[in-house]
């Protein structure tokens, strides 16, 4: 059998980690077994789906390299085929209208209340013999009034759903359109879906659906639920606790394999591991490994393997990114490569590493106060003037400059920062810069001298 897999989230509120994790152990598993990952976008609830949301996943996914195999379904479009299985139902029994009103459906309820009862539909039209003329109905599923049905999970292991409490669900709205469970069910067979993975929330929507491919004759699928996501006290992810759409984490400077390498590890582990390139998830990644309780959103654990990764990525593979975030010209200065690359290590994320960067490529207007006061004095011009005849008078490149910094500053008996200071400060605005031999030697002759003279002109006074 090939492993079929899908991720089909509703585009009615943003995807988030939540979300992405599911998305991606779905994706792990299919990719794992070589199989097939499709996605379907379940916007039936024309209302409440946006498009906004619909980018959100699909840039989503695609930031985080969860690619999925053909183009993306969208279930609104294949309303025809839920409809046509609903009137298969009908028309062989195993469906029905209900005709009963709000106030009917509430006042059984609240009956049901009273006697200390779960309220439940009772199944009062089930045998209807009348059918009132234009008074407007759903249909609803006939689910078994006895046995119980089994959810055999991959993830939680066998769950026993007894049918006396499994309602006759409601397959058809008033409007005529068809509901979420009816065209799961539908869907996910139709598309050949071998493994539904998605989250425990879903767990209870299970056996009903389980009933449903029954009846209409259909295979059903394995099913593994993962646990959800709690916020770092316990609490149900929230906004508070970092639940923003997943794309906001792209905005923050965070990389896609650490955000990948994070949710894999928000739920399933091996080992003790917790660093994980995304080819060592696909070839490790099992549902049976996934743990049966909910797991915590931890912040400090995602910056640590944001700042891992930052360091361990080949520089050339963040070239296009940080390109996107400074969004500036770079045309005929420092080569982005060699900047991210003496910046990737002491950057906890592309934002830091993007602001680090910038001064390559945007000269300063300005020159930080505290750093001007602290580091330029009487003596700092003698000293740039004497490194700028150096520049002008031998051969440039960054390890030299460097050793006129150091041979200027041991002849005049001062440490090297009393001129590698004011320097950086020159070129950077900010007296932090990577080495100054990296930084001189990145920044070039022309565009170091052009700062440092600019910069002595600006102070002096
Ligand atoms: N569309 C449903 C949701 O976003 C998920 C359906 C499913 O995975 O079965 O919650």
């Known amino acids: 059998m090939t492993v079929k897999t899908r991720f089909a989230p509703s585009p009615t509120g943003m ?13 792990l598993y299919a990719r794992h077994f070589g199989g097939e990952f499709v996605l379907r976008i379940e916007d039936t609830d024309k209302e ?16 985080l390299g969860l690619d999925w195999d053909g183009e993306p379904v969208y279930q609104g479009a294949r309303q025809g085929l839920h409809i046509a299985s609903v009137h298969k139902l009908l028309d062989e029994g195993k469906a029905y209208k209900c005709y009963c009103s709000r106030e009917e459906l509430d006042t059984m309820r609240d009956k049901q209340k009273l006697a200390g009862q779960k309220p439940m539909y009772d199944g009062r039209c089930r045998e209807r013999a009348d059918t009132p003329e234009d008074a407007a109905f759903v249909i609803r599923f006939k689910s078994p009034n006895e046995g119980e049905t089994w959810v055999r999970d991959m993830v939680l292991g066998d769950v026993c759903f007894p049918n006396t409490e499994l309602d006759d669900l409601i397959i058809m709205r008033s409007d005529g359109t068809p509901t979420y469970n ?13 493994h539904v993975v998605r989250g425990s929330d879903h767990l209870n929507n299970t056996p009903r659906q389980i009933q449903l491919y029954e009846a209409l004759g259909l295979t059903v699928p394995k099913f593994a639920h993962i646990p959800l996501i709690h916020g770092a006290d316990g609490a149900k992810m929230s906004k508070r606790h970092g639940s923003v759409a997943i794309t906001e984490y792209r905005e923050q400077g965070y990389l896609p394999v650490a955000v990948v390498n994070y949710l894999a590890r928000l739920g399933w582990s091996h080992g003790d591991d917790e660093v994980f390139s995304v080819e060592q998830l696909i070839e490790m990644f099992d549902l049976n490994t996934v743990g049966k309780s909910a797991s915590r959103f931890d912040q400090a654990k995602l910056d640590w393997l944001n700042a891992h990764w930052m360091k361990a990525s080949n520089a050339d593979d963040l070239v296009d990114e940080v390109t996107r975030l400074l969004a500036v010209d ?16 002491r950057s906890k994320n592309l934002i830091d590493l993007v602001e680090g960067a910038r001064f390559f490529y945007v000269a300063p207007t300005e020159y930080q106060e505290k750093a001007v006061k602290k580091n330029i004095k009487e003596g700092t011009w003698t000293l740039l003037d004497r490194f700028i005849a150096k520049a002008e008078s031998e051969t440039w490149s960054g390890a030299a400059a460097h050793q006129w910094i150091a041979d200027i500053c041991e002849a005049e008996a001062v440490s090297m920062g009393k001129l590698a200071q004011p320097i950086r400060i020159f070129l950077a605005g900010v007296p932090v810069s990577p080495p100054i031999d990296v930084t001189l030697g990145l920044l070039g ?10 910069g002595m002109e600006k102070l002096i006074i």
């Open 15 to 27: 995807l988030h980690i939540g979300g992405a994790r599911t998305a991606l152990f779905s994706w």
């Open 48 to 63: 409440r789906s946006t498009d906004e949301a619909t980018q959100v996943i699909l840039d989503g996914m695609k930031w």
């Open 182 to 194: 009816l065209a799961v069910v539908v869907d996910d067979a139709d598309m050949g879906i071998t």
């Open 330 to 345: 770079m045309q005929g200065k420092a080569a982005l490569v060699d900047v991210i690359g003496c910046l990737q290590e």
């Open 445 to 454: 002759k022309e565009e170091a001298l052009k700062r440092i003279q600019k």
